[in-house]
Structure formats: C-alpha cells, structure tokens
C-alpha cells in the first residue's frame, strides 16, 4: 500500500511537472517484463519526462529530487535483500560501469578495505619468485614448501638446489627425467641426513675437543685448554716412537739423496738405472697396515703423508738417475689435420697418454716439424698416428704436399719423414707407424707403405680396405708393411691405442654428417669468437660429447643388436596386447639359452683339449682343430660378401627413394591432386629408377656368384658389366645439381610439397635419411666400389683368371672417381665464387670464365705520414682493416667493417669493394720486421700501391707463399 501510495504520488508530481501532458502510469505496469505490454504512444513534449528512466530533464531542482528519493528507494531495497540478491546487484551494476566509474570503485574500495598482506609469488613472474627464493637457506626452504601447495611447487625447483648440492660435492647418480619433480632436493635431504653430525658434547667426548661449555673462570679455562694441548703432543709423539720402531727398515734404492751424509751409489744397477720395486713395494704395504692400525684421524693423515712423501721421492730419484726413457712407457703421439672430418669428435676421445698435434692443413713441412717438437718436449714416442685426408694411394698431408709412392723421394719429404720418425721409438722396442688411411687395400699404398717402412726403420700400419663406408676402414683388418703378415686381429685394434672406442666406432659412421653440421659451426662461431675459441673448444665439446652424449654407451655390442632384432622380428609375427612384456620375456628366454650355448660349446672343448692329451679315442677331434687353425682365411670372399651386403643396403636405400616419393607423387598426379608437376618428378627421381634397375642385375649377379663361392670363383666380368652400364650415373651426377636445385624451388613455391616433405623424411622408411641425403647416396657408392674392388685385386693373385677383369673394371672406376672429383670442385668454386659475390657489397661480377678463389686473408692497412723517411725508421699508422680475396687471375681488396652486438660477445664483418689489382701486373715486397712494424708487405699494383700486415707471421708467410705462386700461374697464363 505504501508503494503504491508513493507511485500514486510520484506520478502526479510528474504530472504536474510536465504540464498535465503526460499519462499517468502505474509503477506495476512499468516493471512488468512480458513482451506482450506495449507502453502507450504519446506525443514527446519538451517538458515531458522520457519513459524509460522517468526522470525530468529540464528541471534540475526536481531532477535532483527525485534522484535522492530513488536512491533511498533502492537502498532500502537493499538492505531487505539476501546476500546473493546483493552480490547480484553489485555484479550488474559493475558491469554496466565505465573504465572510470570501475576505477572509481576500486579506489573506494581500497580506502575500505586496505591490503595487508599479499601472496608475492602470485603476483610477481616466477623466476622473479625463484630470484627471491634463492636467498633462503634448505632450511627455510623446506618452511616455506609447507605454506601451499604453490609455494611447495616454487621451493623445490632443482634450479634453488642443484647449486647447494653440487658446492659440495653431492651429485645424483642418475640423469632427471623431464617432468620429474624434487629430485635434487630429496638428494639434498638424504645426503644431509647421513652425514651423521655430532653435538658439540659428543665430539667432546669423542676426540677430546674444547667444544665443552665454560664452567669456571677465565684462568681455569686455559689451564684446562693447555693441559689438553700437552696430552695431545706427548700422544702424538708416543705414536712416532711406536711407528718408527714397527716399520721395516728401508732399502738404500729408495733412500733420499743427502739425507745422511749425501748421496749414495749403492742404489743405481749396473746399467745406471735405479731398481725401486722390491724395497718400496715393502715400505709401501707396511706403511698402509700401520695406517689401519691407528686409531686417531691425525695417525691417519701422518700415515699418508710419509706414503706420499715416500714414494714421490722415489719417483723422482728414479727420473733423475736413468739416461733415457723407456720405450714400452713412453706416450704415443697423434698428428691430425684440421681438414679431417668432425676432428673435434676424435680429440674428445683421445685415451691418456696420447700426445696429440692438431696442426693446419695449409701450412708447410717444416712448421709441422716445429710444431711436433713443441710437443714432443725431447720425449720419445712409442708409435707415431697420422690421421689426415686421403684414400687408398695417397695421403693429403697439407695443402700442397702429398705423400704417395711418386712424391715419398723428393728431398723435402725424405727430410720430413726422417726428422718426423726421429722421435719415434725403433722397430725393436715396439716402436712403429699408423696411418689411418687404406693404402694396403691397393698396389700403389702397399708400395707405399713398403718404401716409407725403408725410409724410416719403423713398422708401418695401415687399414686394409675391408669394409665399406668412408672412415669404417679403421675399424677392419690392418696390415702391417711385410705385406703377407697381418696385424693380430685378437688383440686391440690399433686406432683403439689413440681413441676411445665408442667415440671412435661413433666418428666412423657419423663422420660425414656431422662434418656438415660442424661446417656451419666454424663458419658461424670462428669468426666471432677467435680469441676465446682455443680455449673452449676442448673443454666444450669433451663436456658435451662425452658427458652430456655418452657417446661410449651409444654403442652397443653385436649380440644386443642381434638379440634386439629376433625380438622385434618375433614381436610382429604375434598380435600382442602387452609389447614390452614380451619383449622381456624374449630377451630372458634368450639370455639363458645363449648362456646354455656357452657352456656347451666351453665343455666341448675342454673336452677335447683332454682327449687331445691323453686319450686315443678322440684322434678325429684332435686332427680337426689343426685343420681349422691351419685353413687360410679368403680375404677374396670376405671383401665379396661385404659388397654384397653394402649393396644389399644400397638397394634398400634406393627403394626408398621409388616407394616413399616417387610412388605417392606419381599417384597424386594421376588422381588430378598433384603435388609436383610430371616434369619436376621425372628431373627428381627418374634417374634414380634407372640406377636401381642397373643395381638389381647387379646384386643378382653378385648373388649368384657368392652362392657358388670358391677358391677360383670369379666376379670381375660382373663388374665389367656394370662398368659398361655407367652412362647411367653419368647422366645422373650431370643432373645431380639442378635435381637439388628443383627440390629447393618447389619445396619454397609448393606449400603441399613441403607438407609432403615434412612427412616423409627422416622416418623409418626411408632409413632416417632426407630426399636429399638420400640422393647423394650413388655419389658415395661409387667411391664404396673403388676401394673394395682394390682390396679384391690386391688378395687376387696375378694368374687367377680374374685379375683381368678385375684390372679392367678397377681402372674405369677410378677414371670414374676422378670425374666425380672434378664434378664436386667444380661445385664448390662455385658455390665460393657466389658467397663472396653476396659477401662483398659494391663488388663487380666475379663469375668470368674459369676464375676461383683460392685463399682469403684479414689484414690491416697501414701508412706511413713520411714517405721520405727509410723503411727501417719509417712508422706507420693503420688506416682501416682490409680483406684481401686471391683468386687465380685477381686480387681484390676490400674495406672490411666489424659491427659489434651490444649485450654479446659476438660480432659480424662486412665487406665493401676498394679496389682489383690482375695479378700480372701485381709486385709484392715485404718490409723488413722491426719496432716500428711487424708482418707488414707492400702490394704495388700499375697506379697504387697498399701496405698490409697480418695479425701473425705464419698468416703472412702462408698468404705470400700462396699469391706468389698464383702470380706465376698467371703469368704462364698469360704467355
């Protein structure tokens, strides 16, 4: 009633307001939410109240009153609704409000309702939180892990716990997983509660110590402090006397020099070495049995130090008194060019006691002298390892020197090798050569390895050319330079004497690829971290090879994998629910039979090693095993079954390339979907079905002939017809590069051939390679073929009837190899010529003719403010850094900018074209070194002249020793 009274009074108010123009409404009508209610139409005045708020709008005095009477109105509401009609209000109310209005209401709220305390971990980023974390002892960390669930996710982060395990020393046994949680933590804890920590009372009871609390005076407690300190000298020297009378004596061989009376000779043997093995084997054990006999850690510490005192005197008399170093204990020493593939992998896992001389590929014979000497110190080597590029004829030791059968007499080289093999042991106290190239599996390496074993006076090894792959020779038979006797196969390898063998057995068959990748590293990090590089680059890549990788548990032995294979083999013959379990089980089941094996074969032949001594019932197995020992090895079948087995795998490789891209493309195209065009699949992948035709009559040939092996078994006329098939590699490798080329352009033109890409490289299908790798696979396997078909010619002896063939088949394969050379020189001056094309800005086109780069060199450009002034007391002042690029017809300078990054340590070099010098009107002349300038020499071109320096001598001699020898190229050119 008194709603309605009060709208019976609002209205007529309204009324009145606006001049009686209005109709009156009733308040129930105006909140009615029905859709059928229509509100009246009447005509607007402008002194008429608007229906929807009913508010006047040109009477500011009743504007005013009738908001505050509404405003009461619905306060009074307010306070008679529930709190969740109120919540209600509050949230339409807000979210009618504008950014203003809300700030305003936030302000006010503020002032209400202050905040006292805030979670900061909410509110700040979390590494902000982790920051702060940090400063908290494990103490109040493990506090603060029991506030939330949040703040137990925050505290134990192995970021806050790694440090304070690793600072002592504690390190988890295990690698964490990813989405582990807490694990250096619960190592914290468990390593903190076995420490066994005593109370200040019971390391006082314990040892004695002055951890006792102070019960009386000052003066009573030094009196205390020094009566402890006297029974703890007479203690100690009571235990000197004990220990000296206990001790045997000591032998006159380990006797310090001048300890009593000075030095004596009763020590040395007749040969002037000292004898130190029998005298200090007694001491030594004597000295441990009487440390594990006292009771008190400083009879511990005293015991280990007259130990090591002991026996380093004696090391270093017996240093000092011996003439020279015994071979049998003397380091080996490993020289490896800078142009081997991923050495960086190899030095990682070089064993100890291994000298190794990282030298570069550009520099001459005898800086590699001085280098080696450097390294030697004056030591004797027991063996020398050379590990460079090269094949199964020559070695390419440096830039311009070689060493095959031609070049082994020259005068430098002869020099060379006689200096180098100086320093090594001789032949008779197991001294020798390796060298981890194929010579013996050719006629010329093996002539080879024959005259430089002449040369030196060493036992020259090398690998024999058995197993197909670029560096798997390493891993096969060696031979040694007698020729007919082979390296014991029984005993260790002899590139295991230099490395590791997971590291090793890793280089060989990742080599390749990982050369690519560390191409790009070089070309990317040297020259923007050469000061630092040196000093990383050992110490980097060790840590992560070796410790991050593993790379020594990367590889497994050949009955795991055998193993692992019958088990996946079995595992896809039977639909199994559970794979794991019954891969377990298989491998279990396995196991045990194979030790059963084991044992059976082990009792056979104990067996028959008893009936061959003393019985007359087993004479047939007593004549057997000489006829097994006896019967000599087919090194002619053993190199055929390896190619049949590389081509097994070749042809695998190639089926890939027809099932998983040439298959879907073909059938997309003739479903009216095409990815690539008919013309872009035949310039792709038409080649390769051909090759894999040719190989297919191959391998069947090859087949046929292994199955019918036998001591006169010939396959040289199988190789003689596939040589005369080779047009098709010969058409492949001249498409090789706009194959490549057209992969390129449709994989960035074509999104839907990129999608394909991205699906179907690098699986199982298609042996984890890409189209690409997959593609250079017939480049390499032609390589493959030479060095196998030369290890069969070298086992084949010269009347066998298939020597001819071989012969034949063997010279158009090299002929081949050559052209395949040629093809990638041809490609990589190319590809030279285009990068300093994009590198040098403002530089004229460089493609013409048949010109190549041939060295690039960082110098500085010098002047001099007084020409008149003589060169050897005329300064000079550096202008600006230049880059000089030497190509075989022409010089060309360069500006050479350095833009450093802020915030990194890295920078980048630009180049901008100065100027070009034809190198047969160019003149070079060095400046003699003196305070002034050093590595300084003057280029004088027809109009200018330049003077440069290099940062180092060696860089000034190779670039010099280089363009002098271009300049002459170019002018026999010329004439």
């Not at 007259?306 to 080996?332: E, F, G, I, K």
Request: proline fraction near 4%.
């Amino acid at each position: 009633m008194q709603l309605e009274a009060f709208s019976q009074t609002y209205f007529c108010s309204a009324s009145m307001n606006q001049n009686q123009h209005s109709v009156p409404h009733s308040v129930k009508r105006w909140q009615l939410n029905g859709t059928d209610y229509k509100p009246q139409q009447v005509r607007n005045l402008r002194t008429e109240t608007r229906f929807s708020s009913w508010t006047p709008l040109n009477h500011q005095h009743s504007n005013i009153q009738l908001f505050e009477e509404r405003l009461n109105l619905v306060l009074r509401w307010f306070d008679l609704w529930t709190d969740r009609q109120r919540k209600l209000l509050l949230h339409s109310l807000l979210s009618r409000c504008t950014t203003s209005q809300l700030k305003f209401c936030r302000d006010q709220l503020m002032e209400a309702v202050p905040v006292t305390q805030l979670d900061f971990t909410s509110v700040l980023p979390r590494f902000l939180s982790l920051y702060v974390m940090s400063f908290l002892s494990p103490l109040d960390l493990c506090n603060a892990a029991q506030v939330s669930w949040h703040w137990r996710v925050l505290a134990e982060q192995d970021c806050l716990w790694v440090g304070r395990c690793i600072r002592r020393g504690w390190f988890l046994p295990y690698t964490p997983v990813d989405k582990e949680f807490g694990a250096w933590k619960n190592h914290y804890v468990s390593c903190v509660s076995t420490l066994g920590l005593l109370s200040p009372r019971q390391a006082a009871e314990m040892y004695g110590t002055l951890n006792q609390q102070n019960l009386g005076s000052e003066e009573e407690e030094r009196r205390k402090e020094r009566r402890i300190r006297e029974m703890i000298r007479e203690k100690l020297q009571e235990e000197k006397r004990v220990s000296l009378r206990t001790r045997r004596v000591w032998g006159s061989a380990i006797r310090p020099e001048g300890s009593r009376g000075g030095g004596s000779q009763s020590g040395r043997s007749s040969s002037g070495v000292t004898s130190i093995s029998g005298p200090l084997r007694s001491v030594g054990s004597s000295t441990l049995s009487l440390e594990r006999r006292r009771p008190t850690a400083e009879g511990q510490s005293l015991g280990r130090v007259q130990a090591s005192s002991l026996s380093s005197d004696s090391v270093t008399r017996s240093s000092t008194s011996r003439p020279a170093l015994n071979p049998s204990h003397a380091p080996l020493l490993l020289l490896i060019s800078n142009r081997t593939p991923a050495y960086e992998l190899l030095l990682s896992g070089v064993t100890s006691g291994v000298m190794v001389v990282l030298y570069d590929h550009r520099g001459t014979l005898p800086a590699l002298l001085a280098q080696v000497e450097r390294a030697v110190c004056g030591r004797l080597a027991q063996r020398l390892g050379l590990l460079a590029p090269g094949g199964t004829e020559e070695i390419s030791l440096l830039y311009d020197c070689s060493l095959s059968e031609r070049t082994l007499l020259n005068p430098d080289q002869r020099e060379f090798w006689e200096k180098l093999c100086g320093w090594v042991a001789p032949t008779s106290e197991g001294g020798g050569m390796d060298i981890f190239c194929p010579l013996a599996a050719s006629a010329s390496g093996g002539t080879l390895i024959r005259r430089l074993s002449t040369l030196t006076g060493l036992e020259v090894r090398a690998p024999m050319g058995l197993a197909a792959g670029s560096f798997q020779n390493v891993l096969s038979e060696w031979s040694v330079s007698a020729g007919s006797r082979l390296y014991d196969q029984q005993s260790a390898a002899p590139a295991l004497q230099y490395v590791n063998d997971g590291v090793l057995q890793f280089w060989c068959r990742q080599a390749q690829w990982m050369e690519e990748v560390l191409v790009e590293l070089r070309g990317f990090m040297g020259p923007r971290i050469q000061q630092i590089s040196l000093q990383t680059r050992g110490r980097a890549l060790g840590y992560f090879l070796c410790d991050k990788m593993c790379l020594d548990k990367l590889c497994v032995s050949k009955d795991l994998s055998d193993a692992l294979t019958e088990g996946l083999t079995a595992l896809t013959r039977q639909e199994e629910s559970r794979p794991l379990e019954f891969l377990l089980n298989f491998l279990t089941r396995w196991s045990k039979e194979e030790e059963q094996r084991s044992n059976g074969e082990d009792e056979w032949r104990s067996k028959g090693d008893d009936s061959a001594s003393g019985s007359q019932k087993s004479e047939t197995s007593f004549s057997l095993i000489p006829e097994l020992v006896q019967t000599p090895f087919d090194w002619r079948g053993s190199v055929v079954r390896e190619l049949h087995h590389s081509e097994c795998l070749y042809l695998s490789r190639l089926r890939a390339v027809m099932k998983v891209y040439q298959d879907p493309l073909t059938a997309a195209l003739n479903s009216n979907r095409a990815i690539l065009s008919y013309t872009d699949i035949q310039i792709i992948l038409s080649p390769v079905g051909l090759i894999l035709e040719l190989h297919r009559v191959f391998e069947a040939d090859l087949q046929v002939r292994l199955q019918q092996w036998g001591p006169e078994q010939c396959v040289g006329d199988v190789f003689v017809k596939f040589c005369s098939r080779l047009r098709v590699y010969s058409n492949y490798l001249n498409n090789y590069t706009t194959a490549l080329c057209t992969v390129d352009k449709c994989r960035e033109n074509k999104p839907s051939f990129r999608a394909f890409l991205k699906r179907a490289d690098r699986t199982l299908a298609t042996h984890m390679f890409s189209l690409q790798e997959l593609l250079l696979c017939p480049v390499w396997r032609i390589q493959e073929y030479a060095t196998l078909l030369q290890a069969l010619s070298v086992h084949t002896n010269p009347d066998h009837p298939d020597q001819p063939h071989l012969c034949s088949a063997l010279s158009t394969l090299l002929r081949f190899k050559e052209f395949i050379q040629k093809l990638k020189r041809s490609s990589e001056a190319d590809r030279l010529i285009e990068e300093t094309q994009w590198l040098i800005q403002g530089c004229p086109n460089l493609k013409e003719g048949n010109r190549q780069l041939i060295i690039s060199q960082d110098a500085a450009l010098l002047q001099s403010p007084d020409e008149q002034i003589p060169d050897c007391l005329r300064t000079y002042e550096q202008v600006c850094d230049v880059g000089l690029f030497l190509f075989n017809d022409a010089l060309v300078l360069t500006r050479r900018n350095l833009h450093h990054t802020p915030f990194r340590p890295a920078h980048r070099c630009t180049h901008t074209f100065l100027a070009s010098v034809d190198l047969g009107s160019l003149d070079v002349r060095e400046i003699r070194y003196n305070r002034y300038v050093s590595n300084a020499f003057v280029l004088q071109g027809p109009c200018r002249s330049w003077v440069c320096a290099t940062e180092s001598g060696e860089e000034k001699q190779h670039f010099l020793s280089v363009l002098r020898s271009a300049m002459k190229s170019a002018l026999r050119g010329h004439q």
